[in-house]
């Protein structure tokens, strides 16, 4: 299945990111890992087109789960990571930090519903025999 277009808005420290983004996300998972691929379908400002433009394709960061999303950005804040672009896909707030050498991480905040959700695909992919593609 293709990724279906999500709207993304943006609240970003920044001003730069403030569009509305238009993007795709198809998932997988190995085991727990989800791996997530991420296409955007406009020309709205966003890490995504900064990382396209100056990387190419690619790995880009390596997202986290925190049971208190709060405090674990507040911590992220104060030990000097800075807010590159955050907002809400489906009522899921997250935020993208990056360290000073450059580094993304994403930090996403799951409701208990959510992450019984996650656990279910977690549980699907580690039982699944490689014989059938299953859609989870």
Not at 76 to 92: C, E, H, K, P, S
Not at 99 to 109: F, K, N, P, R, W
Request: aromatic residues 10%; negative net charge; hydrophobic residues 35%.
């Amino acid at each position: 299945r293709p990724p279906r277009s999500t709207p993304l808005y943006s609240s970003a420290a920044s001003d730069v990111y403030k569009r509305q983004i238009d993007i795709g996300i198809a998932y997988a998972y190995t085991g727990s890992m989800q791996i997530e691929l991420i296409t955007q379908h406009n020309d709205a400002p966003s890490m995504y087109m900064d990382f396209q433009n100056t990387q190419g394709e690619g790995a880009q960061h390596m997202c986290f789960f925190p049971s208190n999303y709060d405090a674990a950005m507040e911590k992220l804040l104060d030990v000097g990571m800075t807010n590159v672009q955050d907002g809400a896909i489906q009522g899921i707030r997250f935020m993208y930090l990056s360290a000073s050498h450059g580094q993304v991480i994403e930090i996403a905040d799951f409701d208990e519903k959510r992450q019984e959700a996650r656990n279910t695909k977690i549980t699907t992919a580690l039982e699944w025999d490689g014989k059938d593609l299953i859609w989870i």
